[in-house]
């Protein structure tokens, strides 16, 4: 099976947490607590854990979301269809950041019901998800963090 990653991240209710990821996302379920709940999201293990600790809704995608990368530009569009098909919030919307330069690549996000922030990418060029070290862009300048 090799190495998957594993991200755990906090959520204030199970039954609308569920409805994002396993309805909304596709992720399958892996275990479930009244506090925990462990889910498949495309082969890596994602963990809800609940809190009661105040989760804001935040002002900027930065410093902190997770996501996928898709290495097809057809299954990106698919996750686009299938979030807008689900009726999912999105944080901003599809676009397209760096056009028409190597680090070129098509972009949303979504904020689950707990305000995390996902996003979900397909860049232009392959080796520009991890080489192109000669470009120093990453993320935006002007956004607030």
């Known amino acids: 099976m090799g190495v998957l990653f594993h991200v755990a991240f906090p959520m204030k209710n199970v039954e609308e947490t569920k409805r994002f990821y396993v309805e909304g996302l596709g992720c399958a379920i892996g275990r479930e607590s009244k506090v925990a ?4 999201l495309e082969g890596h293990q994602i963990v809800a854990q609940m809190t009661s600790e105040s989760v804001e809704k935040p002002k900027s995608i930065y410093p902190r979301h997770f ?3 898709f290495t097809s530009k057809e299954e990106w569009q698919t996750m686009v269809d299938r979030a807008k098909d689900k009726k999912l919030s999105f944080f901003k919307e599809p676009s397209t950041r760096f056009a028409g330069s190597p680090l070129e ?3 949303f996000f979504l904020e689950d019901p707990a305000h995390n922030l996902l996003e979900f990418k397909h860049y232009t060029k392959e080796s520009a998800i991890f080489g192109e070290r000669n470009f120093s862009d990453v993320g935006d300048a002007d956004e607030p963090r």
């Open 105 to 107: 690549h098509h972009t």
């Open 67 to 69: 996501g996928l990368v």
């Open 37 to 40: 709940l462990t889910l498949n």
